[in-house]
């Protein structure tokens, strides 16, 4: 007796009909989006984080009297300083000159404003997803330190943040006084660029010059008190 064998049953995609063939579609190419941006999420937060590392290395080169070190050999930027606020506990070693690459691999100094602790306004800008995303968790009152590749350490006070379009910022480099203002896209959490831009501006409150180790580097608090 010939023995039936059971049908197989035809694909899930074959068993769909064409409406529903559409919509799987339209949703597998949603997933594979989300996972390339999520991927590509990663990669840029990665990127920015281990350059910190070369960053670091370099910027200590600069203390140590190394003049034009840079973090990798085809590096066209040199690291001008380091930025921490201690309250959170950030910190980022800052470059020179704010463009497409510099900005990919932490902020960076604005050289047509003066330098930190120069009589005017000095602007640093970084992105909001990576090196300035703490931007809002700083308070007014709360201390961000500058250590210069002169080996100057200088102490600002956060007086606040506001929001202004790029283009009517409202900074002036050449203010009276000795101030910073860090810049980063506005809102925080958006996943398009525009033109809004948050920007914290902070006034000099103490400054100190010592040798590049941070083992023998002077209270900033306690130069900040002296003033």
């Known amino acids: 007796m010939a023995i039936e064998h059971p049908r197989r049953r035809p694909p899930f995609w074959q068993r769909l009909s064409p409406t ?16 390339a941006l999520i991927g590509n999420g990663l990669y840029i937060k990665a990127k920015a984080s281990l350059s910190q590392v070369l960053l670091e290395r ?23 300083a380091r930025i921490d606020a201690p309250r959170i506990g950030q910190s980022a ?40 995303r703490w931007l809002k968790d700083v308070r007014p009152g709360d201390t961000i330190e500058i250590t210069r590749r002169d080996g100057q350490h200088l102490a600002f006070k956060a007086l606040g943040g506001r929001i ?34 948050y920007i914290l501006e902070a006034e000099l409150i103490g400054a100190t010059q010592s040798v590049a180790t941070n083992a023998e580097r002077p209270s900033l608090r306690t130069a900040a008190k002296a003033l």
């Open 20 to 35: 529903e063939q559409l919509i799987a579609a339209g949703l597998a190419t949603i997933a594979l989006a989300g996972v």
């Open 58 to 80: 370099s910027f200590r080169q600069n203390l140590a009297g190394i003049e034009g070190a840079r973090p990798w050999p085809w590096a066209d930027f040199v690291t001008e």
């Open 93 to 132: 070693i800052v470059l020179s000159g704010a463009n497409g690459e510099t900005l990919a691999f932490g902020p960076a100094w604005l050289s047509r404003t003066p330098q930190p602790g120069d009589e005017g306004t000095a602007v640093i800008a970084a992105h909001r997803d990576t090196h300035f």
């Open 164 to 197: 202004a379009r790029w283009d009517e910022s409202g900074i002036d480099p050449e203010a009276h006084g000795r101030n910073l203002a860090l810049s980063t896209c506005w809102p925080f959490d958006a996943r398009e660029p525009g033109p809004l831009r």
